[in-house]
């Protein structure tokens, strides 16, 4: 009897173990991937620095199926835009802008100058975020794919900020690797005069993701 009880304490035992082994190990990667992604834009924040551009650093974080500029235009005042530019195509004042209709997108080093902080950088990552995708493909080159979706990519943004909608920078986890910064919000606001709901979503925006342990760079999308 007694080596009986012996054996399932022994087993339980070994159950905590493993489970506290797991836990462990499961914060270690949370840890370092923590890591990882602060180094990756402060080298992307780095690398856009006006006073200091370095290209070649840039192009490093983006593969060969290039990235997207999106432009949203919250009061309406221009259309929305989305360009698709292949790294060697990024000028060398980092103007991001369409070879195929010389659209202009963003000024690259502005947008990451004026957003991407990595000082005290919040990482987000919940169940309800690893379900948040934006259905589209980032590694298509065909410009309509992602323009004819602006709309459904802004609402994917609000969805996004509305897990922790504070207006700082902070990464958020999403569905199939990909992690996106913000330094945004999204505010709705009654006005009694005009009995109508306002809504004002302003901010920067960075889509990346990781492949085989590496990040790169997908979009970049700027919400005036």
């Known amino acids: 009897m007694h080596k009986r009880i012996g054996s399932i304490l022994i087993f339980f035992v070994i159950i905590i173990s ?14 370092m991937e923590n890591k990882d992604i602060i180094n ?11 006073r200091s551009i370095d290209l070649e ?18 009061d309406g005042r221009d259309p929305n835009r989305g360009i698709h530019v292949y790294k060697d195509e990024i000028r060398d004042d980092l103007m991001l802008v369409s070879v195929n209709n010389n659209k202009v997108g963003i000024e690259l ?11 005290n950088l919040i990482i987000n990552r919940s169940d309800s975020l690893d379900k948040i ?19 459904d990519i802004v609402n994917t943004c609000k969805e996004i900020i509305l897990t922790n909608n504070k207006d700082i920078p902070q990464v958020f986890v999403i569905k199939d690797n990909y992690y996106v910064f913000s330094y945004s919000s999204f505010d709705e606001e009654w006005l009694e005069s005009f009995q109508k709901t306002f809504t004002s979503f302003i901010g920067g925006w960075v889509v990346f993701e990781k492949i085989d ?3 790169k760079l997908r979009a970049v999308m700027d919400f005036t």
Do not use: M, P, Q, R
């Open 40 to 50: 990756f834009l402060k080298k992307l924040d780095e690398s856009c620095e006006s």
């Open 133 to 151: 995708s934006f259905n589209v493909d980032w590694h298509s080159s065909d410009e309509s794919t992602i323009h004819n979706n602006i709309d």
């Open 18 to 31: 493993i489970g506290v082994t797991g836990c462990g190990n499961k914060k270690k990667e949370i840890d």
């Open 213 to 215: 342990g590496k990040f």
């Open 109 to 119: 080093d502005n947008l990451a100058n004026a957003y991407i902080e990595t000082e």
């Open 57 to 74: 650093s840039l192009k490093k974080l983006i593969d060969d199926d290039g990235i997207y500029a999106i432009t949203y235009f919250d």
